[in-house]
C-alpha cells in the first residue's frame, strides 16, 4: 500500500510517498501550468511505476484554485443578490488603496454586472422576514438570465442569511429544478457568518471556481480509478479533506500550498519536542512565516487574494516579498530597496545566465561565496558568478559602493525583510520571538535562517529533511479537518452553558454526517470548541479555544475569563464593562492522521562527510569555510560555523557563532553558541 | 549621511510599520462602528521635537495636522518634564485639532529615562456632547458643537478610571461605552507604538534611529523638491465654493495662488470668504493640512512618504484671519471638511494648467457625514457614517465609484452589521448613483445611492454635505457630474433636505441619500466606445451622456 503526496508549484511539481514498509521516495518532475493534472498524473505513474496498483490515497496540494482567481480564468458565474444590492461586488468597502495616489482603482469583482440579478425578497437583522420571496418573478428572472447569459455557476447571496437561510435554500431549489445539473452555491452554507460584501465575495469565488475545480478533481480521480486510489486535497485550514464533493468548495482550498509546509513543521516539531516554534519558508519570490504555539498554528477567519475578500479559515501566515529572486533596486530618492519584484524562474537571477541583468539575491550570495555555482540544484545548474558580479556592480556604482558592499547590502535588507514577517505574527499578536524555535525550509529558508535568527534573538534552528520538498511532506503527515461555523452574536451574560453546548452539538451533528461520507466514523473524528469573541461594540473578534468540561461546569464565567485572558495578550487592556458577546461557534472536526512515516527520514547511514574547505565573506570580513553535501553526514555530526551545507533542493548557511548538528529525523540543529 | 543604505532602509521600514501597526491596533480594539469599521482615526509617529517621522495610511486630514497640535502643546507646557505614564489630550480646533469629533492623544516614549519620542492617535469620536446626536447644522458657535477639551497634560492612571478626565467625558457624551472604550483604543495604540519604537532603539540604537528618522524627512523633502521643480515657475489661480453655511444661499469662495518658484512652493489664500455663522468654518490647522495634503497627491501620487520633509518645500500658507479658511474663535467648525476638500479642488484647478497629468478633476469631494440618534427605552444609539461618491477622473484613468473624498478613507458600514446595532433602520437600497458621473475622455466616478428606511419614530438626522448646489467640474472638456441631494419620502411626498441640516424622521419614512459624481476629464469624444456602449446597456450611464460621446464619424 502506497500512500503518495503531490505539491503544485509554479516551476516544478514535487512528489514524496511512503509504502507499508516505511520506504520513503521522493520525486519532481517539471509543472505544466497549461493543465496542472498532467503532471500530477505523469508525476505519480513516473514516481512509483509498476506500483501503481498498490496506491491507495493520493494527498495533494494546488495552487489551480489561487491562480485561476489572480490570472481571472475562472468560470462565467452569475450572482443572485437581494433587491436594492445589486451593486455590492463594485462598491466594496468603499476604500482607496492608496490615499495619495492619483488614480484609484478598485479590485476588478469576478462577476460582471451582466450577470448579477437582484431578487425580490428581504430578511431583517433578526431573521424575521420583511418580504416574502417573490418565486415567480425570480424564475422569469433566472430563465432570462440562462437565455442571455449562459452563466456556468450560480452564486447566491441574501442579506442575513447567516440568521434565516430559507430564502436562499428555496432558490436553490428552484434552481435546481430548472436546471440540475447548474453549480448553486449559496452564502449560507459557504459562510453563515455577517458582513454582507465579505460573504458575498467568497460566494462569488466559490462559484466563479466550481466547474474549474470540479473538473481538475475529477481528471486526477478519474486518473487514479485503476489503482481504486483516493484522492485528498489540502485546505486553507492544514486539514486535507477528501476530492469527492469538494468542486463548490474550490475557496477552500485558496493559499493551501503555504498551509501543507505549516503542517509539516508543526508534525516534525511535535517529534522533536519543540512546542513553540515559527516557521520559515523562503522561496524564489517570497517567504512565508506562522507561528506555532502548543503545537498549533494560528487560524484566522478571513483572508484576502488579489484584493478580494474570503472568509475562510486560514493558517495565519504572513508573506513578505523576500526570496532568492527579490531585485535590489534604487528608487527615486536614491533608497536601496529589495524586492518586492522578483527575476522569477524566467529570466531568473543574473546568475542563471538567461538574460537577467538586475541583481537579486541569489546573486548577492553568490558574490559573498555562500553559494557555489558549481553545486547549486545538486549540481544540476551551473550558475555564472561574473554575471553576478557584473549585476550587483552596476547596482554598486549608483551607490558608490563596491559589489561586495552591495551584496551585503542586498542580504541586509532582505533579511530585514523576512524579520519583518516574523515580527508580524509573533510580536505583534504578543509573542516573543527568542522563545521560539525557527523551523527553515523551502529552496532559500535555510541560508537566511541564522541571519534572521541573529536579528530577532532566536537560538534555536531547525532545517527539517527535505527542506525543498517539506510542503508535500506536510501533505502526507495532514489531518482530515474541516471547520464549521455559525454566528450567534449573544451577549455572555445571556448565554446558559445549554444553549453554548445545544450549538457545538449542531454542528457536531453536522460533521459526523459529512465525515460519514468520507468514511470516518464518528468515534474516530475529535472535536475542537472554539468561540469567536469580542466586548460589546468592537468590530473585530479573537478567537478562544473552550474546553466542553469547563463550560458544562461553569458557563459564562469560565467563557469571559478566557476572552479576558487572551484579548489582553493580543490588544491590551480595555474597559471591560461593556460586556462580552460571542460572535461565532467554530467547531474543528478532525480525523488524525499517523506521522509514522517521519521516523523513517533518519539518515541509515554512517558514512564520512564529503567536505571540501573554501572562503567566504561575512560581515565585512574573509573567513575559511568548510562546504558539506547533507546527504554524506551522520546523525550526530557536529560542525561550527563558517559552514555552508548542500543539498539538491536547499542549501544552509551556519555562520561563525552557529554549531550545526544532525538530529532526530536527520533535521539539521544550529544551536547559537556563546558569544563568537 | 553617515548611516549605510542598507540601515537606512531597514530602520525606516521598520518606523513606517510602527505606525501602521499603531493604526491596526486602534481599529482592532476600537468599540465604535465608525472607527472599527470606517477606520476614521489616524496614528502618527513624532520625533521629540514634533517632527513627524511616520504615519498610517489612514486620513490624510488627520495625519497632517499631528504637528500643528504637538506645538501648541510644546508652547503650554514644558514638554522635558512628562514622566513616564503621563499623556497630552485635546480636540480643540482652535488649538491646532480638527473638529470637537476628533480627540488626539500623545503619549511622550522613553528609554533609558529619557524623553526619545511622542507616539499619536486621532480617534473621531461617535459623540462628543453638543445640540445634536451628529452634526448641529444650526450650532451658532463651538460650545453647540460639544465638549471642547482643552490642551491637557494627565496622568494616565490617576485621571482615566475613576479619574477626573474620564468621568467628565463620560458625563457629556451620548454614548460613553463608546467614546470611553475606543479613547482606551487609542492609549492601547500609542502603547504598542512606544513599545516598538524602544525595541528598535535597543536594536538599532539610539543615535542610528534617530539619524534615519532625520534621514526619511530628508529623503521625503529632497523628492519634493525633485517633483517641484518640474513644474514651470509662476503664479497659478483658481477658485471653486462650499455651496452655502447652511443658513442662507451664499456660495463661499475660495480663492487660491500657488506660487511656484524654483524648488518651493507659497500657497496664498486671500480673497476667500470672510467667517460665517454656522458650521462649516475651518480651522486653521485643517486648511493648512488640506494644502499638504493636496500637494502631497499632485507632488507625491503617494510614492512619497508623506511626513514632515515633504511639507518643508512648502514655503508659505497664508490664511488671512477672520476669512472662513482661519476663523476667530468661537465659530462652530464641526463640517471644516467642505472647505478642506474645496482647497484641494482650488489647488487642482490652478496647477491643472500647467501640470495635468498630476491633478483630478472635481470628484463629489465632501464629507457626507450622516448622523442618526435615537433615544431607545434602554439606551442612546448614535449612528455615523460617511458616505462616499465618485472619486475625480484624471489624465489616464475614470474616476473610481464610491469612495470617500480627499480628506479621509473612510471605509462604509456593513448594512448587516448596522442593522444589529440600530435597530431603528433597515437599508432598502445600496447602488451605484446610475447617470451620476460626468462625461470624458475619462469619466467620472459614479456617486451612489443609499435608502434608509425609518423604523421608529423620533430618529434625529443629523447631517452635513456639499456639492448640492456647485456640481463636480471636470477638466480639459470633460462635463460635470451631477450634484448630491437628499429627500425624505414620508406619506407619498417628497421633501427635499438642504445639505447641512437637522430633521426629524418619522416612522415609516425613507431617507434618499444620493452623492455627486465626479467630473470627466478630456474631450468624451475620445472615450473608448467600447466602454460607452457597455456603460449604457448596464444603465450606468443615460442615454444623453452616451450621445456626447459621438463624434462625426462614430455614431
Given amino acids: 500500500m502506497i ?33 496542472p493534472s498532467r503532471a500530477v498524473i505523469n508525476g505519480i505513474h513516473e514516481a512509483v511505476g509498476d506500483r501503481f496498483t498498490e496506491v491507495q490515497s493520493v494527498l495533494h496540494g494546488s495552487t489551480v484554485a489561487t491562480n485561476a482567481v489572480i490570472e481571472r480564468r475562472g468560470c462565467r458565474a452569475a450572482l443572485l443578490v437581494t433587491q436594492g444590492f445589486r451593486d455590492l461586488l463594485l462598491i466594496q468597502r468603499q476604500l482607496r488603496p492608496n490615499v495619495y495616489a492619483i488614480e484609484c482603482k478598485k479590485p476588478d469583482p469576478l462577476v460582471a454586472l451582466e450577470r448579477i440579478v437582484e431578487v425580490r425578497e428581504r430578511i431583517g437583522a433578526e431573521g424575521d422576514i420583511v418580504t416574502d420571496l417573490d418565486i415567480d418573478q425570480l424564475k422569469t428572472d433566472i430563465q432570462d438570465l440562462m437565455t442571455k447569459e449562459k452563466p456556468e455557476a450560480i452564486a447566491v447571496c441574501l442579506l442575513h442569511s447567516y440568521r434565516n437561510a430559507a430564502h436562499e435554500i428555496a432558490v436553490s431549489d428552484l434552481i435546481k429544478s430548472l436546471y440540475p445539473d447548474l453549480p448553486v452555491v449559496l452564502s449560507s452554507s459557504v459562510l453563515p457568518t455577517f458582513r454582507e460584501y465579505e460573504r458575498m465575495s467568497t460566494t462569488v469565488m466559490a462559484a466563479y471556481l466550481a466547474p474549474l475545480v470540479g473538473r481538475y478533481l475529477q481528471t486526477i480521480e478519474r486518473a487514479l480509478s485503476p489503482a481504486g486510489a483516493r484522492l485528498f486535497v489540502m485546505q486553507s485550514s492544514g486539514g486535507v479533506l477528501p476530492a469527492a464533493g469538494l468542486g463548490e468548495r474550490g475557496v477552500e482550498m485558496l493559499n493551501s500550498g503555504p498551509a501543507a509546509g505549516v503542517i509539516a513543521a508543526s508534525s516534525v516539531a511535535h517529534r522533536l519536542g519543540d512546542e513553540k516554534l515559527i516557521t520559515l519558508d523562503i522561496g524564489g519570490t ?56 522578483s527575476a522569477g524562474a524566467q529570466p531568473g537571477p543574473a546568475c542563471y545566465g538567461r538574460g537577467g541583468t538586475q541583481p537579486a539575491v541569489t546573486d548577492a550570495l553568490v558574490a559573498m561565496g555562500w553559494i557555489r555555482p558549481e553545486t547549486f540544484l545538486g549540481g544540476r545548474m551551473t550558475l555564472q558568478s561574473q554575471a553576478a558580479s557584473d549585476a550587483l556592480h552596476s547596482l554598486g556604482d549608483v551607490l558608490g559602493l563596491s559589489v561586495n558592499d552591495v551584496a551585503e547590502a542586498v542580504i541586509a535588507i ?21 522563545q521560539h524555535a525557527l523551523y527553515a525550509f523551502g529552496g532559500m529558508g535555510p541560508m537566511i535562517a541564522a541571519l534572521a535568527a541573529e536579528d530577532l534573538g532566536i537560538k534555536r534552528i531547525v532545517v527539517p529533511p527535505h527542506p525543498g520538498l517539506f510542503s508535500a511532506l506536510g501533505l502526507l503527515v495532514a489531518d482530515i479537518k474541516r471547520v464549521y461555523r455559525e454566528t450567534a452574536l449573544r451577549v455572555v451574560d445571556d448565554t446558559s452553558a445549554d444553549f453554548v453546548i445545544a450549538a457545538f452539538q449542531r454542528l457536531q451533528a453536522a460533521a459526523i454526517d459529512e465525515f460519514k461520507d468520507y468514511g470516518v466514523a464518528a468515534e474516530d473524528i475529535q472535536f475542537e470548541w472554539i468561540l469567536e469573541m469580542r466586548y460589546v461594540g468592537q468590530g473585530f473578534e479573537t478567537q478562544i479555544p473552550v474546553d466542553p468540561q469547563q463550560v458544562k461546569a461553569t458557563g459564562a464565567a469560565y467563557l469571559t475569563a478566557a476572552f479576558q485572558q487572551a484579548h489582553e495578550v493580543t490588544v491590551g487592556q480595555t474597559p471591560s464593562n461593556n460586556g462580552t458577546e460571542i460572535v461565532t461557534f467554530q467547531l474543528v472536526a478532525r480525523q488524525p492522521t499517523s506521522n509514522d ?80 | 549621511m553617515t548611516l549605510d543604505s542598507a540601515t537606512f532602509n531597514i530602520i525606516s521600514n521598520g518606523l513606517h510599520s510602527v505606525a501602521q501597526e499603531m493604526g491596526e491596533m486602534l481599529v482592532r480594539s476600537a468599540h465604535s462602528t465608525i472607527i472599527r469599521e470606517a477606520r476614521d482615526c489616524s496614528t502618527s509617529f513624532l520625533d521629540r521635537a514634533g517632527g513627524i517621522v511616520a504615519q498610517a495610511q489612514f486620513c490624510p486630514i488627520h495625519m497632517n495636522s499631528f504637528g500643528m497640535v504637538f506645538q501648541e502643546f510644546n508652547r503650554r ?74 490642551p491637557l497634560r494627565f496622568d494616565v492612571e490617576r485621571d482615566f478610571g475613576s479619574g477626573m478626565l474620564e468621568q467628565f467625558i463620560r458625563f457629556n457624551v451620548r454614548a460613553p461605552e463608546q467614546v470611553i472604550g475606543d479613547l482606551y483604543a487609542q492609549l492601547a495604540a500609542n502603547r504598542t507604538g512606544a513599545v516598538r519604537f524602544v525595541e528598535m532603539l535597543e536594536r538599532f540604537g539610539e543615535d542610528a534611529v ?165 433615544l431607545g427605552s434602554d439606551r442612546y444609539r448614535v449612528y455615523m457614517e460617511v458616505v462616499g461618491g465618485g472619486w475625480g477622473a484624471s489624465a489616464g484613468c475614470d474616476g473610481a465609484d464610491v469612495v470617500d473624498g480627499y480628506v479621509g478613507n473612510c471605509s462604509n458600514v456593513p448594512v448587516e452589521s448596522l442593522e444589529q446595532d440600530y435597530p431603528f433602520l433597515r437599508i432598502e437600497e445600496y447602488s451605484l448613483r446610475r447617470g451620476s458621473a460626468g462625461a470624458g475622455q475619462y469619466r467620472g466616478g459614479l456617486g451612489v445611492r443609499r435608502v434608509y428606511k425609518v423604523l421608529s419614530d423620533d430618529v434625529s438626522f443629523n447631517c452635513y454635505s456639499d456639492r448640492f448646489q456647485i456640481p463636480p467640474w471636470g477638466l480639459f472638456g470633460g462635463s460635470a457630474g451631477a450634484p448630491s441631494r437628499f429627500l425624505v419620502e414620508r406619506d407619498g411626498q417628497e421633501i427635499t433636505l438642504p445639505s447641512k441640516t437637522n430633521f426629524s424622521l418619522k416612522q415609516g419614512d425613507r431617507l434618499i441619500i444620493e452623492t455627486a459624481g465626479g467630473g470627466g476629464y478630456g474631450d468624451p469624444r475620445k472615450r473608448d466606445p467600447k466602454h460607452v456602449a457597455r456603460e449604457l446597456q448596464l444603465g450606468l450611464i443615460t442615454t444623453e451622456q452616451a450621445l456626447q460621446h459621438q463624434t462625426a464619424g462614430n455614431t
Wanted: proline content about 6%.
Fill in chain 1, 3 to 35: 500512500k503518495i503526496a503531490i505539491e503544485t508549484g509554479g516551476t516544478f511539481t514535487d512528489l514524496i510517498w511512503s509504502d507499508s514498509s516505511g520506504a520513503i521516495g521522493t520525486h519532481k518532475v517539471p509543472s505544466t501550468p497549461d493543465d
Fill in chain 1, 286 to 341: 517570497s517567504a512565508d512565516v506562522c507561528l506555532i504555539t502548543n503545537g498549533a498554528p494560528g487560524v484566522r477567519a478571513e483572508t484576502e487574494i488579489d484584493g478580494l475578500p474570503v472568509g475562510m479559515p486560514t493558517i495565519d501566515i504572513a508573506n513578505v516579498g523576500a526570496g532568492g529572486g527579490s531585485i535590489g533596486w534604487i528608487d527615486n530618492g536614491g533608497m536601496l530597496q529589495v524586492g518586492p519584484q
Fill in chain 1, 414 to 434: 532582505a533579511t530585514a525583510n523576512v524579520s519583518r514577517g516574523v515580527r508580524l505574527v509573533s510580536v505583534q499578536r504578543g509573542h516573543d520571538p527568542k
Fill in chain 1, 597 to 676: 512515516v517521519l521516523k523513517h527520514l533518519e539518515p541509515d547511514h554512517d558514512g564520512v562527510p564529503d567536505g571540501h574547505s573554501g572562503r567566504i565573506r561575512y560581515r565585512g570580513d574573509m573567513h575559511d569555510c568548510m562546504f558539506y553535501r547533507r546527504d554524506t553526514l551522520p546523525k550526530a555530526f557536529s560542525i561550527s560555523g563558517c559552514a555552508v551545507i548542500e543539498e539538491a533542493t536547499s542549501t544552509t548557511f551556519v555562520p561563525p557563532g552557529w554549531r550545526a548538528t544532525v538530529g532526530d529525523l536527520g533535521a539539521l540543529e544550529l544551536a547559537k553558541e556563546s558569544q563568537a
Fill in chain 2, 77 to 150: 507646557y514644558d514638554l522635558s518634564t512628562l514622566r513616564p505614564g503621563e499623556a497630552l489630550i485635546t480636540n480643540d480646533p482652535y488649538s491646532g485639532a480638527q473638529h470637537l469629533n476628533d480627540i488626539l492623544i500623545f503619549s511622550p516614549v522613553f528609554f533609558k529615562d529619557r524623553l526619545v519620542a511622542f507616539s499619536a492617535s486621532l480617534g473621531h469620536h461617535i459623540d462628543v456632547g453638543g445640540g445634536a446626536a451628529g452634526p448641529n447644522a444650526g450650532a451658532a458657535d463651538i460650545f453647540a458643537e460639544g465638549l471642547r477639551i482643552p
Fill in chain 2, 210 to 374: 534617530l539619524e534615519a528618522g532625520a534621514a526619511i524627512q530628508d529623503y521625503s523633502e529632497r523628492l519634493t523638491r525633485e517633483a517641484i521643480r518640474q513644474i514651470p515657475d509662476g503664479r497659478y489661480e483658481a477658485e471653486d465654493f462650499v455651496d452655502d453655511n447652511g443658513f442662507d444661499q451664499t456660495p463661499l469662495r475660495v480663492k487660491v495662488a500657488v506660487t511656484i518658484d524654483g524648488d518651493e512652493i507659497e500657497v496664498d489664500f486671500h480673497g476667500s470668504a470672510d467667517q460665517t455663522k454656522g458650521i462649516i468654518n475651518c480651522p486653521l490647522a485643517s486648511t493648512v493640512a488640506a494644502v499638504y495634503g493636496a500637494l502631497a497627491v499632485v507632488l507625491g501620487g503617494g510614492d512619497i512618504p508623506v511626513n514632515t520633509g515633504l511639507y518643508r518645500p512648502i514655503r508659505k500658507v497664508d490664511v488671512p484671519f477672520g476669512s472662513f479658511l482661519n476663523p476667530s474663535k468661537p465659530l462652530g467648525v464641526r463640517a471644516r471638511n467642505n472647505a478642506c476638500h474645496r482647497v484641494y479642488n482650488a489647488i487642482m484647478r490652478a496647477l491643472s494648467v500647467v501640470a495635468p497629468d498630476r491633478v483630478l478633476t472635481s470628484g463629489h469631494d465632501t464629507t457626507n457625514a450622516i448622523g442618526m440618534g435615537h
